[in-house]
């Protein structure tokens, strides 16, 4: 299972942009890119997932360079509610077998 | 929908007591699985199901049991409790169509 990076930690302000950046050097051709969102004491909530270039929904976006080697979620306009713990996940797709590493605790403050 | 629902939310164990962790999920979902999250660190696979009937091991299943005897019900099984194994539990289901999991909101084990 491919191994992914991403920052420990990101502080933002209400109203600001937030991107994650995630590095997965060794993405297999058949993986998929998945991100999920947990607050504390609950569990993780799927955001967003994408194979290449860019998705989008009504939460967030995700951006793949062409290489996907690495991938960008972006959340636009971040409110304090979005303070939580977000995780990259590399899987087959249809896989079973989540890998969780210790994800980006976000904060957003006033 | 309920969606996943876990149950008992708090346990406290003796080390060596046995019991049954609950997963329910009302969305006619064939995947489950089971996950641990310890303070700090990401969550880690127990064990998981395709299908009723059949199950598979994940990542860290020593001390667990699962069985799936119906698409509905997943419950973990821990043997003989020890402190190693307290931490938070969480269930979650998925249809194979659909990309995302949905998580229980985790039972909190503590074994003293």
């Known amino acids: 299972l491919a191994k992914t990076t991403q920052p420990i930690s990101m502080d933002s302000y209400e109203g600001q942009e937030v991107n994650i950046t995630c590095s997965h050097n060794n993405i297999a051709t058949n993986d998929y890119i998945t991100w999920y969102q947990q607050f504390p004491s609950q569990g993780p909530r799927f955001i967003i997932q994408?194979?290449?270039t860019k998705v989008t929904n009504e939460v967030a976006s995700l951006f793949i360079p062409a290489d996907r080697k690495s991938s960008t979620l972006s959340l636009p306009r971040v409110s304090l509610s979005d303070t939580a713990v977000y995780y990259c996940l590399v899987d087959k797709g249809g896989g079973n077998k989540l890998t969780f590493g210790t994800g980006t605790q976000l904060k957003v403050e006033l | 929908n309920a969606g996943v629902t876990q149950t008992p939310k708090f346990q406290v164990l003796k080390t060596g007591q046995s019991m049954t962790l609950q997963c329910a999920q009302d969305m006619n979902h064939e995947y489950m699985s089971w996950y641990r999250q310890d303070p700090g660190m990401g969550l880690r696979l127990i064990h998981y199901?395709?299908?009723?009937?059949?199950?598979d091991q994940g990542e860290v299943p020593n001390g667990y049991n699962v069985s799936r005897s119906t698409t509905e019900d997943f419950p973990l099984r821990l043997l003989s409790a020890a402190p190693s194994q307290t931490s938070v539990y969480f269930c979650?289901?998925?249809?194979?169509?659909?990309?995302?999991?949905?998580f229980g909101s985790g039972t909190r084990l503590t074994v003293v």
């Open positions: 199901s395709v299908g009723a009937g059949i199950t």
């Open positions: 979650a289901s998925r249809a194979p169509e659909i990309y995302g999991y949905t």
């Open positions: 994408g194979y290449k």
